[in-house]
């Protein structure tokens, strides 16, 4: 069996999902949507899922010594401000659209998949509610195991994605969403 989802690798437009995942955040491609959800996880755990895809794929963990290389504060410093960006760009485009934190999926799937089936206009069973929940992970899955031995966040780098996450809790605001959740936050 090839890794992912299935219907992950169908065109958009096929008509074989009811939903699409893209991570395009420019005017022209988030208007070609008639309706979207935007999934918003936590920016330093977003930063730290992507630089372990980025060093090891989509089942490893970056090493101790890669995360004390310069690749990862240029990493940070570049891909921070798309964390934003891209978010702030959905609300700022986004016809009809529902924000879905990514950990509040992780915690309840069924009460959000019903959520996002309604906002959908879409049924569903009970039995696929169930086949859902039995195969959220998909194949890719990291496991919990290995984590850096030291906070990867240095201050600098904190003062640099704090004002971000207080820039999307705003925007989202804005547009009558709640904020992003507690734990985003700075502290």
Not at 43 to 52: Q, T
Not at 86 to 99: E, P, Q, T
Request: hydrophobic share 35%.
């Amino acid at each position: 069996m090839a890794p992912g989802f299935k219907g992950e690798k169908d065109y958009w437009k096929s008509g074989r999902s009811i939903s699409v995942k893209t991570h395009e955040s420019g005017q022209k491609e988030i208007e070609m949507f008639d309706s979207a959800i935007l999934l918003i996880r936590n920016p330093y755990r977003s930063l730290m899922a992507e630089f372990n895809r980025k060093c090891a794929g989509h089942l490893g963990h970056a090493t101790d010594v890669q995360l004390k290389s310069k690749e990862w504060p240029e990493f940070v410093s570049s891909y921070a401000p798309w964390w934003a960006s891209h978010a702030l760009s959905w609300l700022r485009f986004g016809r009809c659209l529902l924000v879905v934190h990514y950990e509040e999926l992780q915690m309840a799937l069924v009460p959000q998949l019903r959520l996002l089936t309604a906002f959908l206009n879409v049924s569903m069973t009970e039995e696929r509610l169930f086949c859902a929940q039995s195969n959220q992970d998909g194949h890719f899955k990291r496991s919990g195991g290995q984590r850096p031995s030291f906070d990867p966040f240095t201050p600098d780098m904190r003062q640099m994605i704090d004002p971000f996450i207080l820039t999307v809790d705003q925007a989202l605001k804005s547009r009558n969403f709640s904020g992003v959740p507690q734990e985003y936050l700075p502290r």
